[in-house]
C-alpha cells in the first residue's frame, strides 16, 4: 500500500490501477480511519456486555432476578454462619443460611420441605462434605429463585 519505485513498477503512461505502488497519503488516511473505526465498535461491544451483564442483577425493576437489597440480606446472613469471614464455611451449615434467610432468596423449611433437603443434598455431593464458597450458594439459591415460566 506504502511502496514507492523503485520497489514497486511504476510508468508514467499507466494509470493507478496498473500499477502495483500505493499511495502513501491514502495509506495513512485508511490505516487511521480504520483503526479508529474498529476501536470504537470493539469498545462499544464491550460496553454493551458488560452493562448487560450488571443489569441482569443491579435493576429496579420488580421483575427483576435478583435485586441489590437480596443480595445484600444474603451477604448479612452469610456473615452470621460465617464467623472467621473465610468465605467458605462447611456444608452442614448451610442448613443454618437457608432457615435465616429471607426475601426472594428464602426457602419455607415447612412448605419447601423437600426442595430444602434437596438442594442441602445437591451441596454435599458436589463438594464431597467440604466446605462450600459464598458464590456457590448464592448461585445454587438465585438458580432456584428463578421464575422459569416468565
Known sequence: ???????????????????????????????????????????NLLVAIIMENFSLFYSNEEDALL??????NFQTT??????????????????????????????????DRLLFKHMCYELERLHNGEDVTFHDVLSMLSYRSIDIRK
Do not use: H
Open 78 to 111: 452469610w456473615n452470621l454462619v460465617d464467623v472467621n469471614q473465610r468465605g467458605t464455611i462447611p456444608v452442614r451449615r448451610v442448613k443454618y443460611i437457608l432457615r435465616l434467610l429471607k426475601g426472594r432468596l428464602e426457602v419455607d423449611t415447612q412448605k
Open 1 to 43: 500500500c506504502m511502496q514507492k519505485p523503485p520497489a514497486c513498477y511504476f510508468r508514467p503512461s499507466d494509470n493507478f490501477w496498473q500499477s502495483n505502488c500505493g499511495n502513501y497519503n491514502w495509506a495513512i488516511l485508511f490505516f487511521c480511519s480504520f483503526y479508529v473505526i474498529i476501536t470504537y465498535i470493539v469498545l
Open 67 to 72: 435485586s441489590y437489597a437480596d443480595i445484600r
